[in-house]
């Protein structure tokens, strides 16, 4: 039988209403809850239990909710017994990921990831920068793309969802001239995200110095469980290394697709998203089937979620 991966969502996973059937139905995710409330000085779980969604949608509060719902989620299924043999986030799950592994507390990483999404609001101005999806076709003809429209601005892929799903991110009127590029070489779509900010670019820089002093003083254990990180697609086992990761991170692209072939290469064949949403399995199923594997999806955010997850790894 195969290794098992736990997987991590990011941002845009978040809605009203998450973690609350955890909390309500687990005493492990509803102490989840009550700890993030703690160490974040107001009611986190009210925001992502009853929204409103507008604050919820705010990167500053999007963040550590997303987190704490995810954390909430690992420690109900780990509470029955279920271990990764590895785990992986994207982008900011990479944190629900290293605390699942017990690099980081669950405190240190709520307090972390507030702070992260302040920075990255305030790294670049609204209206200055973009992102945009780019469908159907490959990394190379994107990254052609990118080039030929910078014109001395900033548009490069910032995530490298799927093999032909990728995100790109830079100036705005950059981003739409790639846009218009990729769809010249061919892009099934090419369309303009609604996103606060060109996360994962190097316009990110200013967040990223901000948030490294604040990395480099929390304690990072040694990982319990291997983690696959963002931005080399490494196995990491040492916290140092997990936390310099962390650091370029944020102004580097996501590598997704590469992260996922990782995993496939140390023999997992089951995946288990943890956390609200299915945007990974959407994205994992994409990268088996173009590459011809046979893998197994599941999820885990909700109590009957949790019981089919349950079920079909114990049957």
């Known amino acids: 039988m195969g290794k098992l991966a736990f997987i991590f969502p990011g941002q845009g996973s978040q809605h009203a209403g998450m973690g609350l059937e955890l ?4 005493s492990a995710g509803r102490e989840v809850f009550e700890s993030a409330d703690e160490a974040i000085g107001f009611k986190l779980s009210e ?17 550590p909710s997303i987190l704490t719902a995810s954390v909430a989620a690992f420690r109900v299924i780990s509470e029955k017994g279920v271990k990764p043999d590895v785990v992986a986030g994207h982008s900011l799950g990479e944190y629900s990921a290293l605390v699942a592994a017990g690099a980081l507390s669950l405190q240190d990483a709520v307090r972390l990831v507030r702070r992260r999404g302040q920075f990255m609001q305030e790294a670049v101005p609204v209206g200055i920068g973009a ?23 900033v548009c490069a892929p910032a995530n490298f969802n799927s093999p032909t799903q990728i995100v790109i991110a830079g ?23 609604k996103v606060s900010a060109p996360f994962h670019s190097s316009l990110m820089m200013p967040a990223q110095e901000k948030m490294a002093p604040l990395l480099n003083e929390t304690l990072f254990n040694a990982l319990s469980c291997p ?11 040492d916290g140092d290394a997990a936390r310099q990761a962390l650091i370029r991170q944020i102004s580097s692209p996501v590598r ?20 609200p949403g299915k945007v990974l399995i959407g994205l994992i199923k994409a990268i ?28």
């Open 131 to 153: 992102m945009a999806a780019i469908l159907g076709i490959d990394a190379t003809r994107v990254g052609e793309a990118c080039a030929v429209a910078a014109q001395d601005q």
């Open 227 to 237: 983690i696959i990180n963002n931005v080399d697609a490494a196995l990491v086992t």
């Open 171 to 193: 100036h705005l009127a950059a981003v739409e001239r790639a846009v218009e590029e990729c769809k010249a070489r061919g892009a099934r779509r090419a369309m303009m995200l």
């Open 256 to 275: 997704w697709t590469e992260s996922v072939f990782r995993m496939f290469d140390l023999g997992v064949e089951t995946f288990v998203e943890i956390g």
């Open 288 to 315: 088996a089937k173009e590459t011809g594997k046979e893998v197994r999806l599941f999820n885990v955010e909700d109590e009957a979620s949790l019981l089919a997850t349950l079920d079909s790894i114990s049957g």
């Open 23 to 26: 909390s309500e139905k687990f």
């Open 47 to 63: 925001l992502c239990f009853r929204g409103p969604e507008e604050e919820l949608q705010l990167t500053a509060n999007t963040q």
